[in-house]
């Protein structure tokens, strides 16, 4: 509470395990801080803590030729970035909510609107993802997700969700996984290596992501919090 915050146990993470995100100080473990150049531009060294979390999902990649990222968010836009420089070979697909995020990716990224998830048309081609990583926390769209796999496809999960999959029925098909022989894998944030590579990408301009960060002092908390998500990616407080 207060001005400062203490953090006693590895993985416990500010703002999901443990409160004090907005205090003045922080006691933690050593082993926990990464050193920053003094030069560095601030609001994008924040990006590299989710950069990490996306290296750690394209870790698990392995041989798949065809896969789509869902959602319009930092990490979906971060891993859509990341695997076009480091998988040339792949054919990326960014399934979006807000139009506005198509210009923030590669035009080597085929970008297909979430809406159109509804419309049987768009899975009438043979053309089926094998693998699908889910970043945009929207259980509800899980049985779609399933119909666009192809045989042996997997599902890689990246979202927070409020609730459970299977808090109903018509959320998630467990014979059509059967069936299809589908897989789903989850994706917890990162390792010290992830976070190391995602420093590495950032600091050296490898993977730019200047554009992606609106800053805004912090005396305007109030008004980052309640700006429409399709007017920012990520919001710094300075």
Not at 57 to 69: C, G, P, R, V, W
Not at 175 to 193: D, H, K, P, R, V
Request: charged share 20%.
């Amino acid at each position: 509470e207060g001005d400062i915050v203490c953090y006693r146990i590895p993985r416990q993470y500010t703002g999901i395990a443990q409160f004090g995100g907005f205090s003045k100080y922080a006691v933690i473990r050593e082993s926990c801080l990464y050193k920053l150049p003094l030069d560095v531009n601030i609001g994008c060294a924040t990006m590299i803590e989710p950069l990490a979390c996306a290296v750690h999902t394209a870790s698990m990649l392995k041989s798949e030729k065809n896969i789509a990222i869902i959602g319009s968010g930092t990490i979906a836009i971060l891993l859509a970035r990341y695997l076009n420089l480091t998988n040339s070979d792949k054919n990326i697909y960014l399934i979006y909510k807000h139009e506005s995020v198509c210009k923030f990716v590669n035009e080597k990224i085929c970008c297909i609107p979430l809406q159109h998830l509804n419309k049987s048309s768009m899975f009438s081609t043979p053309k089926k993802f094998d693998t699908i990583i889910e970043c945009s926390g929207d259980a509800s769209i899980f049985k779609k997700l399933l119909s666009m796999l192809a045989v042996n496809g997997r599902i890689i999960v990246t979202g927070i969700y409020n609730d459970s999959l299977l808090k109903n029925d018509n959320t998630l098909s467990l014979s059509t996984m059967m069936f299809s022989e589908t897989a789903i894998q989850g994706s917890f944030l990162y390792n010290e290596e992830d976070f190391h590579k995602a420093a590495n990408l950032i600091l050296s301009k490898q993977l730019m992501v200047s554009d992606l960060i609106k800053l805004m002092p912090f005396e305007k908390i109030q008004d980052a919090f309640e700006l429409p998500s399709s007017q920012r990616i990520k919001v710094t407080l300075l």
